[in-house]
Antibody, heavy 119, light 108 residues
Framework: QVQLVESGGGLVKPGGSLRLSCAAS????????MSWIRQAPGKGLEWVSY????????HYADSVKGRFTISRDNAKNSVYLQMNSLRAEDTAIYYC????????????WGQGTLVTVSS | EIVMTQSPATLSVSPGERATLSCRAS??????LAWYQQKPGQAPRLLIY???TRATGIPARFSGSGSGTEFTLTISSLQSEDFAVYYC??????????FGGGTKVEIK
C-alpha cells in the first residue's frame, strides 16, 4: 500500500534552518508530482510547494518563496524541503502528499512532521 | 489566486442524519475540486475528486456534486466515524493550490 513517511521536524530558533524528508513507497514515485502542505496549530491547510515528477518544475507559496527549496531523488523515492530563514509563523505540521498529475488531487498524505520555530 | 470559501464553519448533526457542506470558488474551477476528511491527530484523507468521484474505499454515503463555482459534499446518514473536519481544494488553476477554511462536523 502507499506510504509516505515524513521526518526531520523539530524545534528551531527564528532565522534557523531545517531539512524535511519524505520517504515514499507503494507506488511509482518517479511518475508522480509531489507537494508539501502545512497546517499551523488549530488552523486549516496551506499548500507550501510542489515539484514535478522529473524535477523540471517547482512552485512555491508566496509565504515561503525565496526561503524554502523543494527537491527530490527518484532513485531514493524521496522528496525534501529545505527551509531557511525560519519564522514563528512557519510553525506547523508539514505533510507531504502525492499527485497523479497537474489537474489531480492529493491522493495520499503522510502522517506529518511538526516544525516549531521559537526562541 | 482562487479563493475557496466553505460554509458553515461548524455543522451540528445527529447520528443518522444528513449533512450538507458547501464550498464556493472565487472563479470557475470546472470540476477540478476535491474534498478531504481530517480527524483529530490524523492527516487529511482524500474523499472525493473531480467534484463527484469517490476515492478508493470511500463509502457510498459520501457524495459530491457541483461544477464551476458551487460545490456540495453530502453525507447521507452520519456515522460516528464521520465527525471530523472537511476541506475542499481546487486544482484547476495553480499555483497556488488552494483550500477552503474547513467545515467541522460535530455531534449534535
Amino acid at each position: 500500500q502507499v506510504q509516505l513517511v515524513e521526518s526531520g521536524g523539530g524545534l528551531v530558533k527564528p532565522g534557523g534552518s531545517l531539512r524535511l524528508s519524505c520517504a515514499a513507497s507503494g507506488f511509482t514515485f518517479s511518475d508522480h508530482y509531489m507537494s508539501w502542505i502545512r497546517q499551523a496549530p488549530g488552523k486549516g491547510l496551506e499548500w507550501v510547494s510542489y515539484i514535478s515528477s522529473g524535477s523540471t518544475y517547482t512552485h512555491y507559496a508566496d509565504s515561503v518563496k525565496g526561503r524554502f527549496t523543494i527537491s527530490r531523488d527518484n532513485a531514493k523515492n524521496s522528496v525534501y524541503l529545505q527551509m531557511n530563514s525560519l519564522r514563528a509563523e512557519d510553525t506547523a505540521i508539514y505533510y507531504c502528499a502525492n499527485m497523479g498529475g497537474y489537474q489531480r488531487p492529493f491522493d495520499y498524505w503522510g502522517q506529518g512532521t511538526l516544525v516549531t520555530v521559537s526562541s | 489566486e482562487i479563493v475557496m470559501t466553505q460554509s458553515p464553519a461548524t455543522l451540528s448533526v445527529s447520528p443518522g442524519e444528513r449533512a450538507t457542506l458547501s464550498c464556493r470558488a472565487s472563479q470557475s474551477v470546472s470540476s477540478n475540486l476535491a474534498w478531504y476528511q481530517q480527524k483529530p491527530g490524523q492527516a487529511p484523507r482524500l474523499l472525493i475528486y473531480g467534484a463527484s468521484t469517490r476515492a478508493t474505499g470511500i463509502p457510498a454515503r459520501f457524495s459530491g456534486s457541483g461544477s464551476g463555482t458551487e460545490f456540495t459534499l453530502t453525507i447521507s446518514s452520519l456515522q460516528s466515524e464521520d465527525f471530523a473536519v472537511y476541506y475542499c481544494q481546487q486544482y484547476n488553476d495553480w499555483p497556488p493550490l488552494t483550500f477552503g477554511g474547513g467545515t467541522k462536523v460535530e455531534i449534535k
